[in-house]
């Protein structure tokens, strides 16, 4: 099994920073690729920034440059570097990893962080 766990989540002023970290632990050799994600209250789950075993990134196009995702192989962490803030991103964040695990129908198997919330206040 994978397990993700977030952290550094928190209450910031618009124009501040947050660096969001997620550790994987277990079976992290079966992880190909790994993202971040958010929720806003009343809102999909929409993409942040994703980047795979290989180092590609890729950046949902409202970053706008104001986000860097990178990991520690060694430590088995990726990060969530957040700039210039705004209250539209206060959402909860979430961590996630696919595998190459596959279920019934063939699908990639996701894992989920339990998700870290960061406040962005005016």
């Known amino acids: 099994q994978v397990q993700l766990v977030e952290s550094g989540g928190g209450l910031v002023q618009a124009g501040g920073s947050l660096r969001l970290s997620c550790v994987a632990s277990?079976?992290?050799?079966?992880?190909?690729?790994m993202g971040w994600y958010r929720q806003a209250p009343g809102k999909q789950r929409e993409l942040v920034a994703t980047i795979t075993s290989g180092g590609t990134r890729d950046y949902a196009d409202f970053v706008n440059g104001r986000v860097f995702i990178d990991r520690d192989n060694a430590k088995n962490t990726m990060y969530l570097q957040m700039n210039a803030l705004r209250p539209e991103d206060t959402a909860v964040y979430y961590c996630?990893?696919?595998?190459?695990?596959?279920?019934?129908?063939?699908?990639?198997?996701?894992?989920w962080g339990q998700g870290t919330q960061v406040t962005v206040s005016s």
């Open positions: 996630n990893a696919r595998t190459n695990a596959r279920d019934i129908y063939y699908r990639p198997i996701d894992i």
């Open positions: 277990g079976s992290v050799f079966s992880i190909t690729a």
